[in-house]
């Protein structure tokens, strides 16, 4: 039952529970597919009686069940329904030929992400299987700072959202992503390359409301050409272009400079 103060909103202790299970879901990814309530207490700093109370009325609520391993939890059919829903957006439904054709034009792995609750999250990937080796990520993946899709979506929202994205990370990296956005908004796409020859390319897919993903070339090539206006860079800048367009976007005016 839900605590109402005397104005009929919830009360500060309901804000901070589902807060809690906020956090607690976006525990789970990829790489951390089951969690203890211990895990639980040592990541959110809970006591161990609380955690495991919080992680048993979210399995009575259908948002974890046990796992198979004792003492686990694991995210549960309420989440699965959920994230069926969202990957019916209209842009994961319309890109897998886009990503299919770019991938097959540049022989380069190709993927789609999306904005989630922490930045982009991997939502397609298409990969180029006519190289020896294949480069590839797992959908689901969260993507971070030091992504091109991040830095093109911050790129594309206003100067919250950067404060947000950069909340505790030092002078020095602040100032190093601060410049990759600028250039990302300035060129309308994103390049991060790597010392061991891996690196990516991004750029912003718009419906009517703004930005609402990212296209990008996952490759190990350490000949691939990036440079301004090259043949590569032009077929990403041109298929997000042409997605965007039949998602009814168009790129928005520059947000200001940071």
């Not at 104005?7 to 879901?25: E, L």
């Not at 976006?26 to 006591?47: C, M, Q, W, Y």
């Not at 190289?131 to 100067?159: I, K, P």
């Amino acid at each position: 039952m839900t605590n109402v103060d005397s104005t009929g909103d919830a009360s500060g202790s309901d804000i901070q529970a589902v807060q809690r299970v906020g956090q607690i879901c976006s525990l789970f990814g990829p790489h951390t597919t089951e969690l203890t309530a211990a895990d639980v207490a040592e990541r959110l700093g809970l006591n161990r009686t609380t955690a495991y109370r919080y992680c048993t009325s979210l399995v009575t609520a259908g948002i974890l069940e046990r796992g198979h391993r004792r003492g686990t939890f694991v995210l549960g059919g309420m989440m699965l329904q959920l994230g069926m829903h969202a990957l019916q957006r209209r842009v994961i439904k319309i890109a897998p030929p886009y990503l299919s054709e770019l991938s097959a034009a540049v022989r380069t792995t190709t993927v789609l992400a999306v904005w989630g609750a922490h930045g982009p999250v991997v939502a397609l990937v298409n990969e180029d299987l006519s190289r020896t080796v294949v480069v590839t990520v797992h959908t689901g993946t969260q993507l971070d700072l030091s992504s091109a899709q991040m830095r093109v979506f911050l790129s594309c929202q206003d100067e919250q959202a950067f404060e947000r994205a950069t909340e505790g990370i030092s002078d020095a990296k602040r100032a190093e992503v601060e410049a990759a956005v600028f250039m990302a908004r300035r060129n309308g796409y994103g390049i991060v390359s790597h010392s061991d020859g891996l690196f990516a390319a991004a750029a912003p897919v718009f419906d009517e409301y703004g930005i609402c993903a990212t296209i990008a070339l996952l490759g190990a090539d350490q000949m691939a050409d990036l440079s301004s206006g090259s043949p590569t860079l032009a077929k990403l800048v041109n298929t997000a272009a042409a997605l965007s367009a039949e998602l009814g976007g168009q790129e928005r005016n520059r947000v200001a400079d940071l």
